[in-house]
Nanobody, 114 residues
Framework: QVQLVESGGGLVQPGGSLRLSCAAS????????MGWYRQAPGKQRELVAT???????NYADSVKGRFTISRDNGKKMVYLQMTSLKPEDTAVYYC????????WGQGTQVTVSS
């Protein structure tokens, strides 16, 4: 049973930065591509960043150049460094494999507001 625990969200002003973390347990982590997803109120969950087991990355156009995904296979961790945050980045952020295979965690709330 894979468990995903996201952390690091919070309230930040526009232009600010946050670093999200995701801890995975119960799986051979390194073989899976991982993704960060987000869901804003009233909207569908969307994939914003992905990273393969070997470290190749891809980003949604809306976050390209502002977000950076990384991973530590030894620690079974995935990170999302977010900079130049905008109010439209406000959402609950989740991690999962890409495509998603496991039960979703509780997510971490990111609110960008002045």
């Amino acid at each position: 049973q894979v468990q995903l625990v996201e952390s690091g969200g919070g309230l930040v002003q526009p232009g600010g930065s946050l670093r999200l973390s995701c801890a995975a347990s119960g799986t051979i982590f390194s073989i899976y591509a991982m993704g960060w997803y987000r869901q804003a109120p009233g909207k569908q969950r969307e994939l914003v960043a992905t990273i393969t087991g070997r470290g190749s990355t891809n980003y949604a156009d809306s976050v390209k150049g502002r977000f950076t995904i990384s991973r530590d296979n030894g620690k079974k961790m995935v990170y999302l460094q977010m900079t130049s945050l905008k109010p439209e980045d406000t959402a609950v952020y989740y991690c999962n494999s890409d495509p998603p295979k496991w039960t979703w965690g509780q997510g971490t709330q990111v609110t960008v507001s002045s």
